[in-house]
């Protein structure tokens, strides 16, 4: 299967938010106001995975750059899962918040969805405190961090060519 990673476009929208619907349970998935609100909000920025053969959704993931970058979701269908389309989105977010010039990147899982805490860990992420009852269902959070790392032009380091 071939992924294509693309921009959101407006007639994305109601694919993204069933497949919210599908990922997440109530009190932890979005209603369509709160992901419009964040796909819209200003700084934020939005990426789809779609197999282009099929025309088919497979995930997308929502982030805001600034200084400290924030997922502020990601979703992947349950049949792409294990086929590494969360782990092309979050690189694909995490390089578009570099550029934007973001240090590090945040986001936040619920304590119990152990597989997505793994993943986290899988990418680098290191859980650095709890939110309690950051759900409106009442589920605590756990607060994960990671550092970019800056792509340095080679050369450009210490010992480099001043000439």
């Known amino acids: 299967m071939s992924i294509e990673i693309r921009d959101f476009r407006a007639d994305d929208f109601e694919a993204l938010w069933r497949l919210d619907q599908e990922c997440f349970p109530p009190g932890v998935s979005y209603s369509k106001q709160e992901l419009k609100a964040y796909i819209r909000s ?74 997505a805490l793994s993943f986290y860990k899988k990418h680098g992420y290191s859980v650095v405190r709890t939110w309690p009852r950051y759900y409106s269902n009442g589920v605590d959070a756990l607060v994960l961090k990671k550092k970019l790392q800056v792509d340095r032009e080679p050369g450009s380091g210490e010992g480099a060519d001043q000439s």
């Open 42 to 115: 200003r700084g934020s920025f939005t990426l789809v995975a779609v197999d282009p053969e099929k025309n088919e959704t497979r995930g997308f993931i929502v982030a805001h750059a600034g200084s400290t970058g924030h997922i502020i979701t990601i979703d992947v269908s349950s049949r792409s899962r294990r086929e590494r389309v969360g782990s092309k989105l979050l690189a694909a977010a995490e390089n578009r918040l570099r550029t934007a010039g973001s240090q590090t990147v945040g986001l936040e899982t619920a304590v119990d969805n152990l597989s």
